[in-house]
């Protein structure tokens, strides 16, 4: 089993911020209520960084992280996220110290 783990940092356009929020709200009450073989998620408001947003997300297997992307919840929040979003995002896989 690979668990797969990662972190995305974003920017949001200021006045998008409430949009922003909500669609992460939503998006994360669906997660946790229906994908067993996700073992976090959370988005965090990044201090130093006033319209800075970040995502930490980790699953047992990467086919759990692909069937993530694939659910209909996701497919329907996601797209007015990322409208939301100035400029890309930013992954950073994350791997154990060790084994």
């Known amino acids: ?3 797969v783990s990662f972190l995305s ?3 949001i356009h200021a006045d998008k911020e409430q949009q922003f929020v909500e669609a992460c709200e ?3 009450e669906k997660v946790l209520a229906h994908e067993p073989e996700c073992l ?3 988005f ?3 201090r ?3 319209l800075g947003y970040a995502v ?3 699953f047992l297997t990467e086919e759990a992280e692909e069937a993530h992307q694939k659910t209909d919840y996701f497919l329907k929040i996601v797209p007015g996220l990322v409208e939301c979003l100035d400029g890309p995002y930013v ?3 994350l791997d154990p110290l060790r084994g």
């Open 56 to 58: 930490f997300e980790s």
């Open 48 to 50: 130093e960084e006033p």
């Open 9 to 11: 940092r974003m920017t």
């Open 26 to 28: 939503a998006l994360t």
């Open 91 to 93: 992954r950073e896989y």
């Open 44 to 46: 965090y408001k990044l």
């Open 1 to 3: 089993m690979a668990i």
């Open 40 to 42: 976090y998620f959370r």
